[in-house]
């Protein structure tokens, strides 16, 4: 079996509508891109491409014991931001407005747990980040970079999910394949 998979942290309800309700305001000023559907909002944690099932099998095992070792911490969504600068901008995303110590934590030991299995190395500092939105050319969106409408968007981060992902034409479907509740 081949996987095409990732660890994400996934969002409550209540925050992925706010996102995509402002995602939708910003569809109508910024117009042509790739916006994520509201059903796919989440953060990744570490992505870990095509995997067979002997690595998926060993991740699981070593994502049990990362989970183990990290305690639930809050995680505030606040700005939005841009990939790789706002002037040039080729991904549009909502996060904090400052790293979160225990998000670089989690995402460092489940990097460790990913080459422990023999994944290379991610090649992008992990970043705390949902993606609202992808440019297929480089655009301007400094104009857009700002805090999110309303109070900053609470969220605790009590699990990861392993989740496989399935390209279709309408674009991708994430599904659960195993979940790991923090409980360090």
């Known amino acids: 079996m081949i996987m095409r998979a990732f660890f994400c942290i996934e969002l409550p309800d209540e925050v992925r509508s706010s996102l995509a309700e402002q995602s939708g305001r910003l569809q109508r000023t910024l117009g042509s891109a790739k916006w994520v559907a509201p059903e796919n909002l989440h953060i990744t944690l570490r992505f870990l491409g095509e995997v ?89 969106v400094s104009t857009e970079i700002a805090p999110l409408a309303g109070a900053p968007l609470e969220l605790l981060v009590n699990q990861m999910v392993l989740m496989s992902s399935s390209l279709g034409p309408q674009g991708p479907t994430y599904s659960p394949y195993a979940r790991f509740p923090l409980a360090g």
């Open 52 to 140: 067979d099932g002997v690595t998926v099998s060993e991740i699981q095992q070593e994502a049990q014991k990362v989970a183990a070792g990290c305690a639930p911490f809050q995680l505030q969504l606040e700005t939005l931001g841009a990939f790789p600068r706002p002037e040039r901008a080729r991904v549009l995303w909502a996060g904090p407005a400052a790293e979160n110590e225990e998000f670089s934590k989690l995402a460092r030991r489940l990097e460790e747990a990913a080459q422990t299995v023999g994944l290379p190395p991610e090649r992008r500092k992990p970043s705390a980040h949902v993606t609202l939105a992808r440019f297929r050319n480089p655009r301007d």
